[in-house]
């Protein structure tokens, strides 16, 4: 299985920006789909964004769209999450995982690697 670490993510005044990194172990990375999702306490896990093995197809929940933008290295086995203008509801664990879906999806069940996660939290 692939090997996931985020990283970047930190505590911002709301209206500012952070980037996060997913870094990937694995020669066959470029082959998966990665998606973005979050969790914030006491809530359920949700989707965020994904993007396709070759980054020509994206999707993104409706709360972020517009303000965040995924996208990937394949040289690097690197996806990032840019965010910006962050709002306190964007405050929440940020998971990046993968799927070997041929079509992208936004179902954490067709997600098989997680990372451990990384805090963002946006201050009001």
């Known amino acids: 299985q692939v090997q996931l670490v985020e990283s970047g993510g930190g505590l911002v005044q709301a209206g500012g920006s952070l980037r996060l990194s997913c870094r990937a172990s694995?020669?066959?990375?470029?082959?998966?789909?990665v998606g973005w999702f979050r969790q914030a306490p006491g809530k359920e896990r949700e989707f965020v964004a994904v993007i396709s093995w070759s980054g020509g197809n994206t999707r993104y929940v409706d709360s972020v769209k517009g303000r965040f933008t995924i996208s990937r290295d394949n040289a690097k086995n690197t996806v990032y999450l840019q965010m910006n203008s962050l709002k306190p509801e964007d405050t929440a664990v940020y998971y990046c995982a993968t799927s070997r879906r041929v079509l992208i999806s936004i179902d954490a069940t067709d997600f098989g690697s997680w990372g451990q996660g990384t805090q963002v939290t946006v201050s009001s």
């Open positions: 694995g020669r066959t990375f470029s082959s998966y789909t």
